[in-house]
Each structure stands twice: as C-alpha cells, then as structure tokens.
C-alpha cells in the first residue's frame, strides 16, 4: 500500500514562518501530482497549492506570494514554506499523492494523508 504522511504543524504568530512537509511511500512506481489542501473549521476543503511531477504549479490566490511549493521527485516528497501567516491560514493541511503503483496502472490513484493542524494566532 501507500502511505502519505504530513509534518510540521504547529502555533505559530500572526507575521511568521512556518514549514510543512510530506512525504509518499510504499509500493510506489511513480508519484505525479502531489498537493496541499486545508481545512478549516465549518468550511470546505480548498486547494492551497499543487506540484506536478514536471514542476508545474499552481497556488491559490489567497497564497500567491506568501507561500511555496517545493518537491524533490527522488524522495517522493513536497514542502510548503509558509510566510507572512495570518489568523485566517489556520487550518488542518493536508497533503496528496497522485500515486501509479506499477508500471502497468491504468491510471493513478490519490491517497491522502491524515493531516496536520496549523494555528495561526497571537
């Protein structure tokens, strides 16, 4: 199976920096897309940002100079470096893995991961 993982969450104040990470393993051939969605209380859950395995990106505008999507194809792993935080950002963030298990898939699976809370608050 496949097993996505998240870290780094945390408390952090309004103006500051944080990093998440996330990382895919297990029977895995190949990873393609891998993103970040967040949740917040009473509220849908929204992409933040998403990497393919190319380097393509895309943010969210809520984001958009503020926050980074980094990949390293090699080890399966995203971070987002989040910058300039504020009390809205705070949420669970969760990471995905557009995932082809063997070289013959016919197509790739997502799996998620179980989350990781930031709190963004003075």
């Known amino acids: 199976q496949v097993q996505v993982e998240e870290s780094g969450g945390g408390l952090v104040l309004p103006g500051g920096s944080l990093r998440l990470g996330c990382a895919a393993s297990?029977?895995?051939?190949?990873?393609?897309?891998m993103a970040w969605y967040r949740q917040a209380p009473g509220k849908q859950r929204e992409l933040v940002a998403r990497?393919?395995?190319?380097?393509?990106?895309i943010y969210a505008d809520s984001v958009k100079g503020r926050f980074i999507i980094d990949r390293h194809n090699a080890e399966n792993t995203i971070s987002l470096q989040m910058h300039m935080v504020k009390p809205e950002d705070t949420a669970v963030y969760l990471c995905?893995?557009?995932?082809?298990?063997?070289?013959?898939?016919?197509?790739?699976?997502?799996?998620w991961g179980k989350g990781t809370q930031v709190t963004v608050s003075s």
């Open positions: 297990g029977s895995i051939f190949r990873v393609d897309d």
């Open positions: 995905n893995a557009a995932v082809l298990t063997s070289w013959d898939s016919r197509g790739a699976v997502t799996f």
């Open positions: 990497i393919s395995r190319g380097g393509k990106i």
